[in-house]
Every structure is written in C-alpha cells, then in structure tokens.
C-alpha cells in the first residue's frame, strides 16, 4: 500500500496506472484541466488525442473488445460528456468494460446551469452499468477501484466517473492510498452455474437428435472461447454464432452454421427453426435473432446460460435457465459430459439435412470467380478479397448496414476478438475509432475498417488522429453512393422510393481526401483491379490507405428474414424466398 | 395483477432516479412508490406497487436486482404480506360530524374553527372507499401516501 500527497487529477491518474491502464482516449476542455495537468507530468498512462469525444468512447471501446481490458475515455463537461453518450451507448448494448471519466464543472457550481454543464449522471443513467458522481477528492481512488471492478465483472459494461472540477485541483492535496481490494455488499456478479440445472442441461444434451449450439458475445467477453469448441467437439453438435459472437466457434471449422438471424444463413435460420434443443451460451434472443418470438423454434427445448439472470427468459422461455459465467458453465457441462457416453450416430440424419440445405441455399463462397454482367463489383467480392489477401488472420472493424452485413457473412473468423461490430445499438460511425483502438493494442497486426461511403463520413475527422499517431488502418470503403441498407429497406418494402437515402453527387473524393489528410488513397471501380489493389492496400504496413471501391448500388444482403414470422422465413434473393 | 415489491438501496444519492428511471425505461408502471431510509442510516426501504403479470413482474425484480445500488429484492406477493397506506384529508369543519368520523374510523390530527384535517390508516382498498364516501363531504384536499408493505412470516428483507 502506498501512502503520499497527491492532488485529486493525480490519484486518479496514478488510480488508472495501478489497474493497469496504459492508455487513455480522450480530448481536454474546461473542467478536466487539472487532469491533463496531472497526465502532463507522468507517463505511465499515455494519452491519446482523438478529434471528437465519441470516436475516443469508440476508441476505448475498440481496445477493449479486442484486448478483454477496459478502456478508459476522458472527457470535459457539458458538450465533452454529451458526445460521449452514443459510445456509452454502444458499449452499453454490446456489454463491453469500458470506463469514461468526465470533467464536471466545480461542485458548487452544479445545478446553476453553469458555462458547459451537464448532468451527465442523469443524461448517462439509463445506458451505463454504473455511475459516479465523485463528491470529494479523495474517495476518488476507492471509486476507480469500484467502476473498473464493476465494468469487468459479470456481464461487463460501461461506467462512468463524473469529477467536479475543484475535487481535481493541484492546490487540495491528501493522502492517496490505492484500495487493494473493495467489498460491494450490493454487487456479487453470478459465477458458476447452480449444479442442479447442469445436470439437466446434461441430460436434454444427451437425449437431444436435432440439437443446435447458438453462441453470442457473451462467450467472447468471457473468454470461453476454447470451452464453447469443447462442447461442440464432444458433442457434434452444429453452432451457430451470433453477430456479436462471430469468431468464437472457428468460422472455417465444418461444424460451423454460419452467422445466424435476420441476415442469417439459410442453414443456420432452419436449423434453429427446426431444433429440438437450442444450447444458447451468452447470447439473449434478440429481435434480429428470433424474428418473432411467438413463432421461434417451437418444437426445441432451450437451455441458456448467461451471466446476467434477467437475460434469462427474458424475451424466450427457458426450459433450462442457468445464471453463471460463460467459462464456468460450459466447463461444467463438459466435465460432465466427459462421463458420459454420447451417442454421435444419432445425429447423423440431422447434420446431413444441414448438409443438404447448406448445398441447396448456402452463402457462395467463391464470389470472387464470378464476373458480373453489369461489370460492376459486388461487395461480396470485396470482402472475399480482403479475407483472400490477410489470410482470415486480420482484425476487422465495421460500421453499420450492409457492409457489415457482408464482412459478417463474408470473412471467417477464427478467432475470438477478431470482428468488431456494433450489434446492438448498430452505430454508424463506430468502425474507424474503433480500429484505433485495436491498432494501438496490436501495432503490428493489420487492422481492416469495413465500412461504407455513409458511415465513414459519422466519424471521419478520426482520420487526422490516425496520422498524428501513424495507426496503418486499412480502410476498405464498400461505395455504394447510398445509405445501402436503408434503400435496399425502402426496395423491399417501400416501393423503391428512396427517400434520403442517396446524396446527389455530393461525395467527396474519398482517396484526394484521404491525402490531405496524410494517407494514401486508392480507387477502384473495375473488378479486375480489385484484387491487385487490395494486395497494394494489405501490403503497406505503415500506412492508413483509403480503399475507396465502387461497388453495384443494387446489390442486397441475403439471406434476409421476413419480420413477423418463424425464423424459416427468409428472401433468398430478389426473387426467390423461403414460403 | 397489481402487486407489492420491497426493496433496500443504498442512502445515496442517485440511486432512487435509477430505481425510478428503470421503470420508465423498460415500459414498466409504477402506481405507488414509497421511501424511507431504515434504522441503518446507509440504507433506505422502497415500496412500490405495480401492474403486471408473473413474467413481467420477475423481469421487474430482476432488473432492480441489477442495479448496483439496489442490495435486496423482494416480490411481497410471493408471501403472506401486509400492505398499508396512509390518507391526510382537509375538510371543512361544518362538512362532516364527530360521529361520521368515529363511523370511518378517521382520527382527528388538526382542528380550528374552519377546518378540520383527519388521518386514516388501512388497506388500499379499504381507503378507495373511504375516499368515494368523503368525496360526498365536499373534502378541500386528500393526499395518500402509496403503499409501505412487509411479508407476514419469518421471512425478511435485510442484507
């Protein structure tokens, strides 16, 4: 335990060291001077400038999904903590440990309607796992123990520190010891599965002859990647991940369905449809998952494990509800399953139908062999190529619509931490901040933004952050000249009037701006320069390059579920669909 | 199905705006909510009444539970529990008689030569009606407290 003088702005800088923070997004103003003082004279936590307080969230967001640690975002008060909403947001929906720590104006001055205040506890509450507001200097160390405790622990999630201005001041100085450990009577995050439910997970497994295994992020948040693969290899059993959950069954294994719900594929949405037990592990049978829940896998008996019991029955009953960590869970259920004898023969007639309905309708996996008529590129084909040329090893950030739908269906990911999306609250704007984050976690591994010519343009300015810190992010632009997803909405169910969906040649030149910004651009609009480009692109390891490609404007997403039935009704393509 | 949740939160500010801001945010009704802290000044009770069937109402508590500040839950339904509220009236002092009162079961907490303020207690059923009875006597003002609860067995809700 140490014991010296510190002002507040510096044992909340030295609190951030002790839990192992290296670095912190953010951007200074008012009220969180006397904290940039405080980083300006140490340097075990470094500071990184970004150009807008959401692309620092998304930042701290980006390193956090692709590390397991938390990420840390600072920001002023008043329009500082307001731009921080929507990462608090997306972090809050997808469940990740991300801390932001806001400037606030001076305590006696909250509630005056001072210059740039906010109540950001209030403005935050409803989508931040916790909140703090620090009511004197030197319960802040206690404070960061408590909100890096709770963003991590059991279902993770975003918390924020709001700090008056005069808790920080370098003249108040007090005795700062760093908690070594903190006892909330209020927080006991569930762990490990009651044994009683185990064991009849065990036994629907064992009887099971069309079971499914349906996976999502909360697999991935909790490391159990390996355990997942254990249960599925004991088992046999088919799995399918989630949007958020992509890379914790291996996407090239052939046990894998593929991603499953509204942009599904077709073998993965029957499977579930036609199941007679669904293991779901960290997922929560979200609305683009079960399409309409009436009708959701009627004939399966449903066993869930999440780490957050009001997930459990929730939307879906659950005939086996098991409240407890993803990791301790299914080791349970693999140690008991060990014991066991399985019956794998029993299954046979159920993976051959996936076979045959992966042969009949199957996501085409060699897209890149195809030319189009129209001579156009189809965005498939992008991905494929990105996949092609970082041999499926690299980390890949989206944005928001159908490029994410494509990069999703489109690149395996074998490994966990790999895709990094935002499922949940489906941010435009997400993707380049969050490679950010994930570069400066893996300097040398190539990081891919998939995005598109709408979202990029959400969080563009990032781009001057990526320069002063020379981040070699691939930005791989699916340019549509359209708010893709949103017309292909309005194609299919709107008639085809595309209301403010298209911008009247008013884009920018995507690569001219790019190199006023300091990078490299390329454009291409022919399919036979795809792949060439794409190889300059991946091979310029100390550069951003702006992969600006002209893809078909008409091009949908499918599979694509019609909404208010079962999940084996989908669009297979413009003309063909499932009933 | 109306039905009576008991809670303890931490004394500390901000937790009842999460407690309430909850309801709000996942669509939930709140018909009465009522708050005190307890003789451990760290903790304060709540009671609220809501509307809701079985699976709402497990979706209610475990969300409360979520809450960081909020240290126990309890459905009081789940139980034998008593349910209690408290009614303040104002009337005026020619617009009822001594004896009407003593009939209803009111207590006499304030009087002058105008007014006259009476206090009941019971079930809230038992003031519904009480209050459909008084609206008769022309009241200046009723004022009811929301419902305090506690199960009625050995059960408890402490941390």
Redesign the interface.
């Known amino acids: 335990m140490s014991k010296t003088k510190t002002s507040g702005g510096e044992a909340l800088i030295q609190s951030l060291h002790k839990e192992g923070v290296e670095l912190i997004f953010g951007y200074p103003g008012g009220a969180a001077l006397h904290i940039y003082d405080a980083l300006f004279n140490q340097s075990d936590v470094e500071h990184i400038l970004v150009r807008h307080e959401q692309g620092a969230v998304h930042a701290a967001d980006g390193y956090a999904r692709s590390t397991g640690k938390p990420g840390v975002a600072l920001v002023t008060s008043g329009p500082g903590a307001t731009n921080a909403i929507t990462g608090l947001a997306t972090a809050f929906m997808d469940s990740t440990p991300v801390v932001v720590i806001s400037g606030q104006v001076k305590s006696e001055l909250i509630g005056t309607d001072s210059f740039q205040e906010t109540d950001m506890?209030?403005v935050s509450?409803?989508i931040v796992?916790?909140?703090f507001?620090v009511?004197k200097a030197e319960d802040i160390p206690e404070i960061v123990k408590k909100a890096f405790h709770?963003a991590t622990t059991g279902r993770p999630g975003p918390v924020v520190i709001d700090v008056p201005k005069d808790f920080t001041d370098p003249n108040y100085t007090f005795d700062y010891i760093y908690p070594s450990e903190i006892n909330?009577?209020?927080?006991k995050p569930a762990k490990v599965g009651d044994p009683k439910q185990i064991k009849e997970a065990v036994d629907l497994i064992l009887e099971a002859k069309k079971p499914v295994i349906y996976s999502g992020g909360g697999v991935i948040q909790d490391n159990a990647s390996d355990e997942l693969i254990k249960l599925a290899k004991l088992t046999k059993f088919p799995t399918t991940n989630t949007l958020m959950g992509l890379g914790a069954f291996p996407g090239t294994d052939p046990q894998f369905l593929g991603m499953l719900g509204m942009h599904g594929t077709y073998e993965a949405n029957m499977a579930m449809h036609e199941a007679d037990l669904i293991v779901a592990v960290g997922a929560r049978f979200d609305d683009r998952i079960t399409n309409d829940p009436k009708q959701f896998a009627l004939g399966a008996k449903k066993i869930h494990i999440d780490v957050?019991?009001?997930s459990l029955?929730?939307i879906i009953h659950a005939d086996v509800p098991i409240a407890g960590s993803a990791k301790e869970c299914l080791s349970a259920l693999v140690s008991q399953l060990s014991k066991e004898e399985i019956d794998k023969n029993k299954l046979e007639p159920w993976l051959q139908k996936i076979t045959n309905w992966r042969e009949e309708h199957g996501l085409n996996h060699s897209m890149l062999e195809i030319v189009p008529e129209n001579g156009k590129i189809l965005p498939q084909q992008v991905i494929q190529s990105l996949y092609k040329e970082t041999k499926g090893k690299a980390f890949i950030t989206s944005d928001v619509g159908q490029h994410q739908m494509f990069a999703a269906q489109y690149y395996f990911f074998d490994k966990p931490r790999q895709w990094i999306n935002s499922g949940g609250l489906g941010t435009m704007g997400f993707g380049l901040p969050s490679a950010m984050g994930v570069q400066f976690a893996f300097p040398k591994e190539t990081v891919a933004c998939v995005t598109g010519e709408g979202s990029i343009q959400m969080c563009i300015q990032e781009l001057s952050t990526c320069f002063q810190y020379g981040l070699p992010i691939k930005i791989i632009n699916l340019n549509n000249a359209a708010l893709g997803m949103v017309k292909q909405w309005q194609d299919m169910q709107y008639g085809g009037r595309h209301s403010s969906s298209t911008y009247e040649n008013s884009l920018p030149d995507f690569c001219a701006l790019s190199e006023s910004y300091g990078h490299v651009g390329i454009k291409v609009n022919k399919l036979a320069e795809l792949e060439p480009a794409m190889k300059e692109c991946i091979s310029m390891k100390d550069k951003l390059v702006f992969l600006d490609v002209d893809v078909d404007p008409d091009e949908h997403v499918y599979p694509m579920l019609e909404a208010g039935n079962a999940m084996d009704f989908m669009h297979l393509s413009k003309d063909k669909k499932t009933w | 199905m109306k039905r009576v949740i008991a809670l303890l939160?931490?004394n500390q500010?901000?937790a009842l705006?999460?407690v309430v801001?909850l309801f709000s945010?996942r669509g939930y009704n709140i018909e009465t909510l009522i708050v005190a802290p307890t003789s451990d000044p760290t903790l304060s009770r709540l009671t609220m009444t809501t509307n809701g069937d079985e699976?709402v109402v497990?979706?209610i508590t475990?969300?409360l539970?979520?809450l960081?500040?909020?240290?126990a839950v309890s459905d009081l339904g789940e139980s034998e529990f008593i349910e209690r509220e408290l009614m303040l009236v104002k009337l005026n002092k020619n617009c009822i008689t001594s004896d009407e009162i003593e009939n209803l079961e009111g207590k006499v907490v304030f009087e002058d030569k105008e007014i006259i303020n009476l206090q009941f207690v019971g079930e809230p059923d038992k003031l519904d009606k009480l209050v459909e009875n008084l609206n008769t006597k022309e009241p200046l003002e009723i004022v009811r407290s929301g419902s305090s609860g506690i199960s009625s067995n050995s059960k408890t809700l402490t941390?």
């Open positions: 506890i209030g509450r409803p796992k916790h909140s507001l009511q709770i909330m009577r209020s927080y957050d019991p009001a029955s929730k | 939160m931490e500010p901000g705006s999460r801001g945010q699976k497990q979706q475990k969300q539970d979520k960081i500040d909020v240290v941390i």
